[in-house]
């Protein structure tokens, strides 16, 4: 079992950034399949990927809405993950979650089996 804890949500408004952080207790790499993964829920919608890295490659992966804006990465030890966000709108609202697992698909929520329990990110003027 993976703890994690995120953090760095807050009200922020239009066109600003934001870095969101993940800790997590990984001591190492357990597989190759092993990745680390943000999704975000808004208000009556269902939950989507965000942004993802499979730590062994480290290979990187985006959904179309925040490519060009958003980041993520990882510390040299790849026990911290981070999703630097930039040009932020208030379509970028939402509970933000970090997600760890073996997984087939990294934009995918199946395999994740280890959740945070969430940062709000609020964009508003």
């Known amino acids: 079992q993976v703890q994690l804890v995120e953090s760095g949500g807050g009200l922020v408004q239009p066109g600003t950034s934001l870095r969101l952080t993940c800790t997590t207790s990984?001591?190492?790499?357990?597989?190759?399949?092993?990745?680390l993964g943000w999704f975000r829920q808004a208000p009556g919608k269902d939950r989507e990927f965000v942004a993802g890295i499979r730590l062994a490659g480290p290979y990187i992966y985006y959904a179309d809405s925040v490519e060009g804006r958003f980041t993520v990465s990882t510390d040299n030890a790849k026990k911290t993950l981070y999703l630097q966000m930039t040009a932020l709108s208030p379509e970028d609202t939402a509970v933000y979650y970090c997600?760890?697992?073996?997984?087939?698909?990294?934009?995918?929520?199946?395999?994740?089996?280890?959740w945070g329990q969430g940062t709000q990110v609020t964009v508003s003027s």
């Open positions: 990984l001591t190492a790499i357990p597989n190759q399949s092993y990745a």
């Open positions: 997600a760890a697992g073996t997984v087939p698909a990294v934009s995918r929520e199946y395999g994740y089996t280890n």
